[in-house]
C-alpha cells in the first residue's frame, strides 16, 4: 500500500485513540511517550491469521482479540493496561475491514480504560501485535508463589472456548443459543479485568489460560515448585457447553484452549473474601482443588480415582501443521 | 512447532536475555516488570520477510534489522532503549537459524546497553516485532520543534543502503570493497546510539530516516510548520557510494530509504557545539540545509536552481507490489 494511505490509516486510528494525562505524546511521532512511576507490567502478544484466528475471521474479531490476549495477561499480573501500542501487518488496506477491526479494538480499549499510544503499520500476511503497559495494582502476581495447601480457583467457566473453535471451524453458523454462546465464547475472549486490583491482594500466584487448563496450570506449578490435585467434579461448566457436549465437557474445561479465565493459587483463609470481593465486581470464581507438595498434577474424578490427564488441545492454526 | 520446543526457545533466549536492577521480572511469566520514573519513550516496530528484509536473508540479518529499526526511533526521540520485548514469527523453529538470529540480536542489544525482558513467540510467516522502552535523556525529542532559520543537520552518510538493497536484490555478491560496504549498510544499518543523550540538549526537532530523506524530512516539516531549502551539494555521501554509482548516488541520498542516520533541526548558533560533542561520541553531522517560512521542501543543485524533487523510493517489498 502506498504511503498516501498509510497516512490515512494513521489518522483515522488517531482519531480514535482516546486520551489520557499520563500520555504526553501519542500517535504520530517515532515513538509514544508516558508518565511513569514506580513498577511497571509491561506484556507483548502476536495473533496470526489461520493460526489463533480464522483466515476468514471477521475484522473486529482480530480487533478484539489480539488486544484480549494481552489485557488477560496484564490482568494475571494484578496491573493496570493503562497505555497500548499496536504493530498491524496488512496484505492490503480496505477501510471497512480497518473500520472493523477498531470497531472491535477500540470498544474492548475502552471497557479496560486503555488508550493507544502509537503504533506501526507494515504489508505482509495479516497479523496483529499489541504491547500494553501500566503500574502494578500492588506487587505484581507471578507464576511462581504457590505453596502447598493453597486453594487453587478459577474465574468463569471452562472449555467453551474450544467447543466453540469447533464451531467457527464448522460452517460457523450456530445451530442454537448453546452454540451461539460458545461460538460467541471463542470469538470474544473477555478479559477479567476486575480481577486485576484484586489479585495482588489475594493471590499468592497467577496466571491466564490460553493453552488449556492443564498446560497452562503445569506452568505455576513448576515455576512454584509444587504440585497440585484437581476434582474433575468442580471444574466450573456452563449449562451451554453441559448441554451442548455432555460427553466431553469436561475433558475440554481440562485441556481446551482460548478460555483467559484467571487461575490463582489462594490460601485458604482469603477464599471466601476474595471470592465475595469477586463476586461483587461481577466475576465468579470457583475452587477447583489445593496445591500440593509432590510436584506432580493429579486429577481426580468424583469416586477420588486419578483422571488420565489428557494431552494438551491445540491452538487453531496446529490443525493445519 | 511443539510446546516443549516453545520451551528449549525460551530458555534459550532466557540464558543470553542480560540483566538489569531495574529490571525487575524477565523472561518467563505473563509478563515483565521493569521499574521506572519519569517520562518514558516507548516505540514498537515489525519487520516482516520479503517486505522489510529479503526472504533468504541470514538469520543474524533479521535479529540485528528488528533490533536496530527500534533503537534509530528510540535515539531519535533522545531516550535510553533501556528494555525489549521481542514477539517473533517463524513457520519452524530450527535451533541454527534461532542462534543466528540471536547472534545479531543480542551482539546489537549488548551494544545498546538494552535487556530482552520478554517476549512471544508464535507460529507463522517469519516476522519480528520489537518494543523497547525507557527513559528520555531529558525532554521528548519530536517532530514538531523544528524553528525558521534552524540549520538541518544530518548524520553519517545517505543513500548507501538503497544502493545496498540494490546489491542484494542482485546475486548479493559484492563485486569489491565498495559494493562489500554498501551491502553493509543496507544489511546493518547501525543506530546512532550516541546521538540519544546530545539530541536533547541541542536538537529542536528530530527524526530517523527509514524512507528516504525527502519523504521522511517532509513528516517533519509538516509537524512542525515550516519547509526547508536542502543544498544538493552538501549531501554527505560515502567514497563507496560516490565509487559506485557516480551519477545516482545524490539522488539516492535524497530519496533512498534504510539509511537510518537521524535528521534534525539545530539552531544555528549550537550548530558547531553539537557537531563537535556528535564527534567526540563517534558521529559525523553535516549541515545539509535551513528551515524556511513557506512550507515547502527544496532542492537547490550546485547553480541554485531548484532540483526536481524524486519520488519517494519504495522499500524493498514495494518492488513486488
Given amino acids: 500500500m502506498s504511503r498516501g494511505e498509510f497516512d490515512i490509516i494513521r489518522d483515522y486510528f488517531r482519531r480514535r485513540a482516546g486520551q489520557r494525562e499520563d500520555l504526553l505524546l501519542g500517535i504520530g511521532d517515532d515513538g509514544a511517550v508516558v508518565k511513569a512511576a514506580g513498577e511497571l507490567a509491561w506484556v507483548v502478544d502476536t495473533i496470526n491469521s489461520g493460526v489463533h484466528f480464522p483466515e476468514d475471521a471477521p475484522a473486529h474479531v482480530v480487533g478484539h482479540r489480539v488486544l484480549a490476549v494481552n489485557l488477560s495477561d496484564m490482568v494475571a499480573m494484578g496491573a493496570d493496561p493503562r497505555w497500548a501500542l499496536l504493530a498491524l501487518t496488512l496484505p ?16 474492548l480499549a475502552g471497557e479496560a480504560g486503555c488508550v493507544l499510544a502509537g503504533g506501526d503499520l507494515t504489508r505482509g500476511p495479516l497479523a496483529a501485535t499489541v504491547t500494553l503497559l501500566g503500574p502494578l ?44 454462546f460458545l461460538l460467541n465464547r471463542y470469538l470474544y ?26 498446560a497452562d496450570l503445569s506452568h505455576m506449578l513448576e515455576a512454584s515448585g509444587v504440585g497440585a490435585e ?54 465468579s470464581l470457583t475452587r477447583i482443588g489445593r496445591v500440593t507438595d509432590d510436584k506432580e498434577l493429579r486429577v481426580l474424578d468424583e469416586a477420588g480415582e486419578p483422571e488420565p490427564l489428557p494431552g494438551s488441545f491445540r491452538h487453531f492454526g496446529d490443525h493445519d501443521a
Same sequence: chains 1, 2.
Fill in 92 to 107: 492490503v488496506a480496505e477501510e471497512a475491514w480497518l473500520d472493523d477491526f477498531c470497531d472491535g479494538f477500540f470498544r
Fill in 230 to 283: 484437581l476434582s474433575l467434579a468442580e471444574l466450573p461448566l456452563s449449562e451451554a457447553l453441559a448441554a451442548h457436549a455432555p460427553e466431553e465437557a469436561r475433558r475440554l474445561a481440562l485441556a481446551g484452549g482460548d478460555d483467559y479465565e484467571i487461575v490463582c493459587a489462594v490460601d485458604p483463609g482469603q477464599r471466601e473474601a476474595f471470592m465475595a470481593a469477586a463476586a461483587a465486581a461481577g466475576v
Fill in 189 to 214: 475472549p473477555a478479559p477479567r479485568l476486575a480481577l486485576a486490583p484484586l489479585l495482588p491482594r489475594y493471590a499468592h500466584a497467577a496466571l491466564d489460560l490460553s493453552d488449556g487448563l492443564c
Fill in 137 to 180: 495494582h500492588g506487587r505484581a502476581v507471578t507464576r511462581a508463589g504457590a505453596r502447598v495447601g493453597d486453594d487453587i480457583l478459577v474465574s468463569g467457566t471452562l472449555g467453551d472456548a474450544r467447543a466453540g473453535l469447533d464451531i467457527a471451524l464448522g460452517d460457523g453458523a450456530p445451530a442454537d443459543g448453546a452454540e451461539a
